[in-house]
């Protein structure tokens, strides 16, 4: 139930502010507000909210270092707004652990799908799958679902949970090209042609994490893996893996509007 998840709003603009606000609740989350950086802080440490949508422009300090601050105790969905149609800011937002932004002006239904989709994923990160092992190359990168962690060769990949699950998508798909269509309706949870920056610029994100280069861009289509092989594997340890009793893994798979400009 939406009446049970609290959304802390952070917005300097307090037209804008209450206007979500107002949206959120007729949707039926509960919603506080903070309206500069250190008391976004403050209010995220002190309600442990759901999500927050924080604005990237804020008075004491901006949306990017809140982002930093909070992560560094709770790991929290954040929906990043920006002013600035500058895809360097989705880019740093995305690295520092934003889940999703949207480019002001934006639409009140657009923030509640994108907020409705953050939140499903979040409640279902702990439907898990087999590990699955992307060789490309010498390259070889880890995914498991259990604990949502990506290691590439040995050492661990941050990625937000929309990188990953992402990734995770393009990986499943067994080197199969995914449009940013059908990427947005695996991923965020909603089919909008206008949403197909939001995949190229978290596409660019996770390819900035990644030392191989193993996500193929087919102009015009979408996006695929570019492996040798990728296939489902039990995390090492687990009978059997390659650290289990019987040292067996699995089967490779074949690759194949509120708010304008200020």
Not at 106 to 133: C, H, M, T, Y
Not at 138 to 153: A, F, K, L, M, W
Not at 198 to 211: E, F
Request: charged share 25%.
């Amino acid at each position: 139930m939406n009446g049970t998840e609290l959304i802390l709003v952070v917005e300097d603009e307090p037209t804008i502010a209450e206007a979500v606000a107002s949206r959120l609740r007729s949707e039926g989350y509960e919603v506080a507000l903070a309206a500069d950086g250190p008391s976004a802080v403050e209010r995220c440490t002190a309600l442990a909210p759901d999500l927050v949508v924080l604005d990237l422009n804020l008075p004491g300090f901006d949306g990017i270092e809140v982002c930093r601050r909070i992560h560094t105790y709770r790991r929290v969905p954040v929906v990043m707004l920006t002013a600035r149609d500058d895809e360097t800011d989705m880019l740093v937002g995305l690295g520092v652990g934003a889940d999703d932004y949207l480019t002001k002006p934006f639409s009140p239904r657009e923030l509640v799908a994108r907020i409705k989709a953050v939140l499903r994923r979040a409640r279902s990160a702990g439907n898990a799958g087999p590990s699955l092992l992307v060789e490309a190359g010498p390259g070889v990168i880890e995914i498991d679902p259990t604990t949502r962690r990506v290691s590439e060769d040995g050492g661990d990949v941050h990625l937000t949970p929309t990188e990953f699950d992402l990734l995770r998508a393009l990986a499943e798909a067994g080197g199969a090209v995914l449009s940013r269509d059908q990427l947005l309706a695996m991923v965020w949870g909603y089919r909008d042609g206008s949403g197909a920056r939001t995949v190229d610029s978290h596409i660019r994100s996770v390819r900035a994490k990644l030392a191989t280069d193993v996500i193929r861009t087919v102009h015009g289509v979408g996006y695929a893996l570019q492996t040798d092989t990728i296939r489902p594997t039990q995390r090492i340890g687990s009978p059997g893996s390659p650290g289990g009793p019987s040292g067996e893994t699995a089967g490779a798979l074949p690759t194949s509007r509120f708010g304008g400009q200020r």
